[in-house]
């Protein structure tokens, strides 16, 4: 007899949704228990790892992830993780267990109250009412994850996977799902027209960019490219001549960025994330906004004077094909994105003090792969990262678009399950790593060969520069100079290493940056900073 579980499991192999990650709980044993050789189980040891993994898993290989979460318990630990693969537009499928459905009326112990837990971050979340609708429900689960890019929850019952499935009916979900995305060279005319008119045209470069159709474009029109802030990832390759460096996030600092262009091309991007608020037009007037963006609730909100809801990279092609060639260009040319700002930082602690955060980056970027993918979730420490750490390929910068935190060490850790060959680092404040430090168990059991650059200074630096910018703004939360990091990582069986002088720090990164190719074990550096003012 065919069963729920072995249509579901023949819908997973469908997809390429092989890797299940979880962390088990009783409502899923029925799911779990006896796997299939042909699937592989990834435990996370806490349900936001669980999902971070998958989230990392998800951007290696640019298809959806699964992840498995335990009824209410689960669900409710990776609500912060859902909402981040959400903002990072990552597709996943997310199956959660609930208890058996012959008494769910009874409310019985485990009994999840689903509906709505995880708010409005799933894309799509199913309730099948019957065992039967399963299958069909993880498929479209995979569909709309892939369309709308972002997890997609499926609740099933436990007694589900031991129901008949005859096969009789149908899926309610096709099995393959084709995306045309040409854009009609008519429907591009007033954006041609636009840009083509442009005395000082420039280009934002968003998560949801392509690198590889944005930069002909950006050298066609011969103009700056400024990245998004906050963005999930690196829209443009920092270390072209043309990048101007991310935008402010306050309206005076974006108005003054964008002074003196009279259209500005949004490309994957939203018009324009701000934090905090202050009062004003984001652009000057006189400056016309463009958007070109694949997602629909982006287009919406945005205050553009107009957007097209299409793929960018169909219309970046089109538009490099359909304008004119500049009489000259205007490229960026004061080497800001080139220089990486080190004039500004020392080479060394006088007198061998302690370690600064701009002293680690900078020996970090010296020594970086072209090919790394780096993970970036330390607050305190993101200017300056972005200023001495250029991204150079489309993985070279990763984040969290929803800005909360945890998501750093487990998508790293996913990130290189699914490109083995590739190096992947994550530079977190110590702060940052505590919210995700389960991960590191499933590094090390797995044998994941990335590395965690942990910036400790003991506290929560950027919460306490915020404190600061208010009046008598004393700061009611102690440091947390007592953790160590590097103790944890290996009570969780990850390797680690302390750095606390400059001798310590340019040693370990020559011996360890030549093996992040080839490296099967993670590590953990444990690097000791001070607080800059």
Known sequence: MTTIRDAFFDVLRHHGLTTVFGNPGSTEISLL??????????????????????????????????????????LGNAVGAIATARANRVPLVVVVGQQDRRHLALEPFLAGRLHGLAGEYPVRADHPVRPQDVPGATARAVHEATTFRGPALVVVPMDDWDAPFDGVEPLAAPRRLLRPSLVADADLAPLVELLAGARSPALVAGAGSAWDALVPLAERLGCPVFQEP???????????????????????????????????????????????????????AGTVVALVTDDPAEAHRSPADLAYLASPADVCDRLTALLPVREEGHGHEDGSAQSGGEAQVAQAPAGGGPL??????????????????????????RSDLHRLVPARTPLGFLSAAMGGLGFALPAAVGLRMALPGRPVIAVVGDGSALYGLHALWSAAHYRVGALFVVLSNGRYAIMDRLAEQRDHGKAPWPPFTEVNMGALARS????????????????ALDEIMPTLTSRDEPLLLDVSVTVDP
Do not use: K, N
């Open 356 to 381: 600064r955060t701009v002293q680690v980056l900078r020996e970090l970027a010296a020594r970086l792969p072209r090919d790394a993918a780096l993970i970036e979730e330390a607050p305190s420490a």
């Open 230 to 284: 906050f963005g999930a990832r690196a829209g443009f390759p920092q270390d072209h001549p043309q990048y101007a460096g991310v935008l402010p996030a306050d309206r005076p600092g974006l108005r003054e960025a964008l002074a003196g262009h009279d259209v500005v091309l949004a490309v994957g991007a939203p018009v324009f994330r701000q934090y905090p608020y202050t009062p004003g037009p984001l652009v000057a």
């Open 33 to 74: 228990a006896g796997l299939p050789d042909d699937l592989r189980f990834v435990l996370g040891l806490h349900e936001g790892s669980v999902v971070g993994m998958a989230t990392g898993w998800a951007i290696g290989g640019g298809r959806p992830a699964l992840a498995v979460l335990h009824t209410t318990a689960g």
């Open 492 to 507: 969780l069986g990850c390797p680690a290493r302390h750095v606390g002088t400059y001798g310590e720090l340019t040693a």
